[in-house]
């Protein structure tokens, strides 16, 4: 099993920052991708921005204000917001897909969901 927990979110003002951290544990061999995605009131989940071993992705409406990183030794991923606008409010979740063996079938897990509000 595959634990993911997410860390970071709160109450922001426009123009703000924050950070986001996500941590993976278990009995994993690899980690393929790892992503955020948020879902706001009435909406679908969004992807945010993911990062795997070849590339790094992002939503248009974030390029240039958010950072995605990952650290593969620690399994953790890291979302640096910077000017946050009332659009970006949300919960933000964290998603891993993984293998728990060499050629093993991928596996997603998510975590449970931080709550970013942005407000005046």
């Known amino acids: 099993q595959v634990r993911v927990v997410e860390s970071g979110g709160g109450l922001v003002q426009p123009g703000g920052s924050l950070r986001l951290s996500c941590a993976a544990s278990g009995s994993i061999f690899s980690i393929d991708l790892m992503g955020w995605y948020r879902q706001a009131p009435g909406k679908q989940r969004e992807l945010v921005a993911s990062?795997?071993?070849?590339?790094?992705n992002y939503a248009d409406n974030v390029k240039g204000r958010f950072t995605i990183t990952r650290d593969n030794n620690k399994n953790t991923l890291d979302l640096q917001m910077n000017s946050l606008e009332l659009e970006d409010t949300a919960v933000y979740y964290c998603k891993v897909i993984v293998r728990f063996n060499s050629g093993g079938v991928q596996v997603q897990y998510w975590g449970q969901g931080t709550q970013v509000t942005v407000s005046s």
């Open positions: 990062i795997t071993s070849a590339s790094t």
